[in-house]
């Protein structure tokens, strides 16, 4: 493999880098004759992302002759080169990637202005094949915006929230924050947002419904889409079935799949009005109608109608756990049933089904690696 | 009891937002107290905040543009609420740019302080965004708590110098002590002082002035003008007042009552924060 970028395309290679920094620990990097992908997936197998750099995002692209060639490396080490951004725009005027098989290194040069030239070796492990499965052009629902849009959107949440919830009518969209059963609901503030579907460039809704995923992915990938200036798409469904936060551009493709919410945990999470379509039934929001008796609430009376969030009633979350667990069983059929993922309640819904791209090399592969199984440090009976 | 409140002017938003962010710097729970003409954010002082209490005033009609406010009782028409005040100012930040903002009292999965702003869109429609701030309600028979305290009967009464000078002074000495003695005299002089074993540290402030108090204040008019009173405090109290400091005060002063209590007050033409910090021997 040897690849070089030029310009402003190396800074968007770099905040591709830092963008699956926020994913995962390692970086799956796989050079394929449709151009370079990069790919990353979260320790709870929960999240994954994938970049693909067409050859025509390269000034120069040569894919490796063998076509089976796929190696991963600690991402902060790849993050260690591109560190600086604002010195990377300033100063590189191109980067070359190139694969040095025989002493097993990647070598990734920085040429700088003045001649100046930084060279990074660094050493990967050779890898599975790594490939959630989804299929975002089958979901009824898709909204894209400008990624200003979706930037100023999460802004409105703290940084400490890790998830959201995202409901969609037929013209209007709600984010509100998802409180966990556990957490003390009655002191958190609970934070709702509604945004007209005037305001994106695409509003497409099949089945009116409520998600609710991680928010840390969608931030990491908004750090790219607004360096980029690309609008950033969401495709969706059901709860349950994997959301993926789309950018696309005549020269690369980013997705980022994410798990959301089983519907049982969800429902029992948002059970009053919430899950299934119920927006149509939900008032007009109070600015619409702007009738001030309705906001003088007598702090007696409890029974108000309004769109805001009503409190999750305790429920028993080793119940979901364990619903999520044999979910988890039935669709990773692949995995060795003794091998459980960690406990968490996103559940990894993607690797289930996943062969090796190209046939020949690696069933072998497919059985012992750990692609499959969880990252966690969970004992796993010893073979 | 009903609350509703809204704010259209940018202005008012921000300056609404500073006070609550200065409050926010200086506790992490207190009372608001909302009554027709003003509100209230109050501390009183706990063995458990380290004795320390806050009395912060706002004239409602500096702020809102509407104001609708039903008490507990015709007799007793006022509202008391405990707030997280760093919700509140988390909430208004995000209402930085807002076309208007409405807070009111609501009946959700709790008591809670609704706030609703109004933001610009990139269509006719604006974005709403809603923060409901969980609050307890504060019953009446507990309101003997929230009620201004009074002036102490100070010894002295100074000017303060710049808060920002004063700041500095006090960051630095933080790192060598946990204890800080403020002492003034009635000529207009003030020292900071910090004494460890390994070191004594005094900075000296001069041509403060002192304010016309009037004869109320019986005990500081016989007092021998260049006589020190000096109180020995928490030095992170004073940081976090200092620290918190959003509102540009025009008059901000200390009276100091010997070895007992400093009282600190600003002063701006619609909003006036007192905070008592008390002396430790």
Redesign the interface.
């Known amino acids: 493999m040897d690849c070089v970028a030029t310009g402003g395309n190396v800074k968007v290679l770099a905040k591709a880098i830092h963008s699956l920094s926020r994913i995962g620990e390692e970086l799956y990097l796989e050079p394929t004759e449709d151009g370079l992908t990069l790919r990353a997936v979260n320790s709870s197998r929960s999240a994954f992302a994938c970049f693909l750099m067409s050859p025509l995002f390269f000034q120069r692209y040569q894919a490796p002759p063998d076509h089976a060639f796929r190696c991963k490396m600690p991402i902060k080490s790849v993050q260690t080169v591109f560190r600086s951004l604002s010195s990377l725009e300033r100063s590189v005027e191109k980067c070359r990637i190139e694969m040095n098989t025989e002493k097993c290194r990647l070598r990734i040069t920085l040429h700088c202005k003045h001649g100046l030239l930084k060279t990074h070796n660094l050493s990967f492990q050779d890898c599975e094949n790594l490939q959630a499965v989804f299929d975002k052009d089958n979901c009824p629902n898709v909204l894209r915006a400008q990624p200003r849009l979706w930037v100023d959107t999460v802004l409105h949440f703290p940084p400490s929230l890790e998830e959201v919830s995202v409901s969609v009518s037929s013209d209007r969209v709600w984010l509100r924050n998802h409180v966990e059963d556990d957490a003390d609901s009655s002191k958190a503030m609970m934070t709702e947002l509604c945004l007209s579907s005037e305001e994106f460039d695409h509003f497409a809704i099949g089945t009116q419904t409520t998600i609710t995923f991680c928010l840390k992915e969608l931030r990491g990938l908004l750090v790219f889409a607004e360096t980029a200036g690309l609008p950033v798409s969401m495709y969706f469904d059901e709860p349950g079935s994997p959301v993926v936060l789309n950018v696309t551009d005549s020269v690369l493709e980013a997705n980022f799949v994410l798990a959301t919410l089983s519907e049982e945990a969800h429902q029992r999470n948002h059970n009053n009005n919430k899950a299934d379509g119920p927006q149509t039934e939900l008032p007009p929001d109070d600015f619409m109608c702007d009738d001030i008796d309705s906001y003088l609430i007598a702090m007696e009376t409890s029974d108000l109608a309004g769109p805001s969030y009503e409190p999750p009633p305790q429920t028993s979350s080793t119940n979901r756990k364990s619903r999520l667990i044999s979910e988890e069983e039935d669709e990773e059929v692949e995995e060795d049933s003794e091998e459980r993922p960690p406990n968490k309640k996103f559940c990894s819904l993607f690797f289930g089904s996943v062969l090796p791209a190209s046939p020949q090399p690696s069933n072998q592969t497919i059985q012992s690696q750990e692609v499959l199984a969880s990252d966690s440090e969970d004992e796993r009976p010893s073979e | ?2 609350f ?1 409140a809204k704010i259209n002017d940018v202005g008012c938003l921000n300056h609404f937002t500073r006070v609550v962010n200065t409050i926010t710097k200086l506790t992490k729970t207190c009372v608001v107290r909302l009554t027709v003409d003003n509100i209230f954010f109050i501390l009183s002082g706990k063995v458990a905040n380290g004795g320390v209490s806050m009395w912060c005033e706002l004239l409602q009609v500096n702020f809102f543009d509407e104001y ?1 406010l ?1 008490g507990v009782s015709e007799d007793a028409n006022e509202i008391c609420l405990e707030v ?1 005040p760093e ?1 509140l100012s ?2 208004l930040k ?1 209402a930085q740019n807002a076309k208007s903002v ?1 807070i ?9 302080l ?1 706030l ?1 702003a ?1 933001l610009p ?14 609050v307890d ?1 504060i019953p009446r028979r507990l309101w003997h708590d929230f009620k201004e305290p009074s002036m102490p009967d100070f010894d002295v009464s100074i000017y303060l110098p710049p808060l920002k000078t004063m700041k500095s002074v006090v960051d630095r000495m933080k790192n060598l002590s946990n204890y800080l003695v403020v002492e003034a005299n009635l000529s207009g002089e003030m020292n900071l002082k910090i004494e460890t074993d390994l070191v004594s540290v005094t900075t000296h402030f001069k041509d403060l002035g002192n304010p016309p108090w009037g004869a109320s204040q019986s005990q500081s008019q016989s007092r021998d003008v260049e006589a020190m009173a000096h109180a020995r405090v928490d030095i992170r109290k004073l940081q976090q007042f200092l620290m918190g400091q959003q509102v540009n005060p025009t008059k901000s002063m200390c009276n100091i009552v010997d070895k007992r209590i400093i009282h600190l007050i600003l002063l701006q033409e619609d909003v006036s924060l007192q905070y008592f910090i008390p002396a430790v021997v």
């Open positions: 009891m009903k509703r609708q039903e997280n919700n988390r909430a995000t409405k009111k009292l609501t009946k959700k999965h709790c008591p809670c609704t609703a109004e869109s990139l269509s006719s429609i604006s974005r709403i965004v809603t923060h409901d701030i969980p309600v």
